[in-house]
Every structure is written in structure tokens, then in C-alpha cells.
């Protein structure tokens, strides 16, 4: 991996995707940020450091974002910029207008990466829908397209019966759900993983003793050390934060390391315990 350094003593990893293209290892996500706060939100970003970030349609921020994006001294090359199709939107030819639609509301005439938002597996429309993203990257419209939320079996299907990979899928993970088996299928199929909620939600995981005990002996916070086990896990994290302290902390995760025996014991904290609904039963429209 590649070490790039930024503003100071700030560095960022970039990974390879399967096809090529660099991506920042650290995002910055922002579920649950209003479109008039998006702004504010995503300038303070740009500002610490952060080029990725994550938003979608359902977010509706799409406005808010690409507001920050225009208004940045940031080049738009080393910018990379995720949004999603969303479940309403599914279908070969409603992906593409939707597309379209994220696209002017970005301000943007391409985005980084694209993705599938759930698989809503009862409509049984992904397949298509992610025929549309395959047409929108052989257009040259998107830099790389991808996945959230799929189980194997739905990344299976894809595998299968389109012709691209999805560079990455889009899941819930952090320590109390630390997606084993998915993350070696992923692995073997040369897909990244990059982690949804990776503080869980600012929640429990933050306060666990192993975390607090391991944040302590680095002089770190909690949270920067639960997205550093994520880094060294090889997955990509996209922290959200509204507060601008916060998101200069989680910049701040790439001037220390876990040891072996560290990682091993935030490993030990799983309990398969989900924030959000399970990709197989989410089929909200
Ligand atoms: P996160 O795990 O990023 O946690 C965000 C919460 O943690 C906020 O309440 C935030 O508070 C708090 N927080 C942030 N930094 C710290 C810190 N250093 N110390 C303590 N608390 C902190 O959850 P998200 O669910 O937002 O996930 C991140 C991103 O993942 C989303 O924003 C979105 O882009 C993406 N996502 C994708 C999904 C999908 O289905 N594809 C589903 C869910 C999320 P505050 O803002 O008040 O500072």
C-alpha cells in the first residue's frame, strides 16, 4: 500500500481497486447530515484532509455536498466521490435516470464509484440494475461501480450473470459485527470491503473496556482506534461526524499501529450484533 502525505504530518492510504483506479482508504460519510448542513459538513472535510465521500440518493444531500465540491480549492481529479442508486430506483432503465438526476444534483458530470444500495432480494432487480452500472462505467460516466450490502449469495448472482466486478461492497462492519465470512469470499474475489457505521454509530463499542484499554496505551481515542482496526483489517472506512473536532479525530488515525495481539483482541469482541436490518430481510421501498 501506498502512503501519501497530506497537509502536514496527516497521511492517507490509498487502495487499488480490481480495476485499477486508487481510492482513499479513509472517506467520510454523511447518512443523517441535512442537505443545508452537508455543506458546512463536507467543507470542514476537505479542509482536514479527506478527498472521499460518501453520500446517496436517499440521503438527500446530494445538493448540499456538491455545494462543498464546487465551492473547494480541491481539483475534481483527486477528489473521489461515492453516491447510490436507491431500492425505488432499481430497474435498468430507472438506475440510469437516476443516475442522471444524482449527477446534476452533485454538480458533477461523472461520479468515482457507484453502487447498488441494497439488494432488496424480494424484487429481485439487482441483476439489472447492476447491467445499468456496468453500461454507465463502459460509458465512461462512472470510474468504478460497486455494491452495498450484498450477502454472497447476492454477490454470487453477480458474479455469474454480469460480465464487471463490483470493486468493493458497501457493509455494515465494526467490531461487534466483524463480517468474517464475507469479508474472505470478498477477499478471494479480489472486492474490497468497506465498512458502514465502522463506530457503530458512535454507540456501545466505543465505551468497551478492550478499546478504551488499547486507546489509552496509543494516547488515542476510542474511535481512532477502532477505525485504525479497521485500516489494518484492509477495509475501507467512511466515519460520519457533523462535529468538526470529530472529524479531524478520525482523520487522525494513520500515525500509530495496533500490534498483532491488539487486533486480535478487538477481533475477539464480535457478537454479530447489527445497527441496521439484515441485506436478506431489507426490502423497503
Ligand atoms: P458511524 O459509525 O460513522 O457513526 C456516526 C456517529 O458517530 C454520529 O452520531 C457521530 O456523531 C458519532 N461520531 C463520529 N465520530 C465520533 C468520534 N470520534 N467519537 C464519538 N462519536 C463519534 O455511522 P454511520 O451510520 O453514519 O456510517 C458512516 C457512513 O456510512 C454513513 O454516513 C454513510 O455514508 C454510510 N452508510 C451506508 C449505508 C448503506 O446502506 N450503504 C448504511 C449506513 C451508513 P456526530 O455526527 O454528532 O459527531
Known sequence: MKLYFFKGECQMNYVTLNNG????????GVWQVEDNQ???AVAKALEVGYTSIDTAMIYKNEKGVGKA?????VPREELFITTKVWNTDQGYENTLRAFDESLERLGLDYVDLYLIH???????????????????YKDGR???????NFDIEHLERILNECEIKPVLNQVECHPYLIQSELKEFCAKHD?????WSPLQQGGEVLKNESVMKIAEAHGKTPAQVV??????????????????????????VFDFE????????????????????KPSEMNVR
Not at 472486492?191 to 465498512?195: M, N, W
Open 142 to 148: 462512472v470510474k468504478a461501480i460497486g455494491v452495498c
Open 191 to 195: 472486492i474490497f470491503v468497506e465498512a
Open 69 to 73: 465540491l464546487q465551492q473547494s480549492s
Open 258 to 277: 495496533l500490534s498483532t495481539n491488539e487486533m486480535e483482541e478487538i477481533n475477539k469482541l464480535n457478537r454479530n450484533e447489527r445497527k441496521g436490518p
Open 118 to 136: 441494497w439488494p432488496t432480494p424480494e424484487y429481485d432487480q439487482y441483476v439489472d440494475t447492476y447491467k445499468a452500472l456496468e453500461k454507465l
Open 38 to 40: 452537508a455543506t458546512d
Open 21 to 28: 483506479l486508487k481510492m482513499p482508504q479513509l472517506g467520510f
Open 227 to 252: 477505525l485504525r482496526w479497521h485500516l489494518q483489517n484492509n477495509t475501507i472506512v467512511i466515519p460520519k461526524s457533523v462535529t468538526p473536532s470529530r472529524i479531524e479525530e478520525n482523520f487522525n
